[in-house]
């Protein structure tokens, strides 16, 4: 059976339904891979699903009203090159990339969303550095794995443990929100400095 589905979300996801959303996602991993898989994400999808930043937000909005704080996000972004990367080096997974298509698609069918609820469009801007060894290596990915960021930057795990959100590390968040800039970076790069 065929589902058109639109290429751009326009649904509005607070936090309670972009939990809800990920649920389902993370059972539709579970369908499609022999192993967990985990994400480092950024923006605003970020700040609605980490505790600490979340709850902040909402002591902000009520000591400053005129702040305008996140309530919703359409997307979850995600870095996609270091998702392949990591399943390739530690599962052997090269269909990884394929999968996780299917499952977002699989999501977007059920809950009515855009193709690019989750997506990683961002990449292309993303920095590449070179090791000393002269390999390439995604900065952004590489400190949002560290054991600390791990620790207080988890934003999501699935009831069904398949899959595992890491926010980016906090000053890479900044640094992606200062270039982007959109209507809810000022409050989220506040909430982050904070």
């Known amino acids: 059976m065929s589902h058109d589905i639109p290429q751009v979300n326009n649904v509005e996801m607070g936090r309670d339904k972009l939990a809800i959303v990920l649920e389902y996602f993370g059972y539709r991993v579970g369908e499609h891979f022999t192993h967990n898989i985990r994400l480092v994400i950024h923006g605003g999808a970020c700040m609605l699903l980490h505790p600490g930043l979340y709850n902040l937000a909402k002591q902000q909005a009520e000591m400053t009203p005129q702040m305008q704080i996140r309530k919703t996000t359409r997307d979850v972004d995600f870095l996609h090159r270091a998702f392949a990367s990591e399943m390739m080096a530690f599962n052997g997974d090269v269909d990884a990339p ?58 999501f795990t699935s009831a069904n443990g398949m899959v595992t959100l890491i926010s980016v590390a906090p000053f890479w968040a900044i640094g992606l929100k200062l270039v982007r800039y959109n209507k809810w970076d000022p409050s989220d790069i506040c909430l982050l400095l904070k």
């Not at 059920?110 to 961002?122: E, V």
């Open 98 to 155: 394929q999968k996780l298509q299917k499952c977002i698609r699989e999501t977007a069918i059920r809950f009515g969303l855009g193709a690019d609820w989750m997506n990683s469009a961002a990449d292309v801007a993303l920095p590449v550095n070179v090791d000393s060894s002269g390999r390439q290596y995604d900065p952004v990915y590489v400190a949002s794995i560290q054991k600390t960021n791990i620790e207080h930057y988890t934003a």
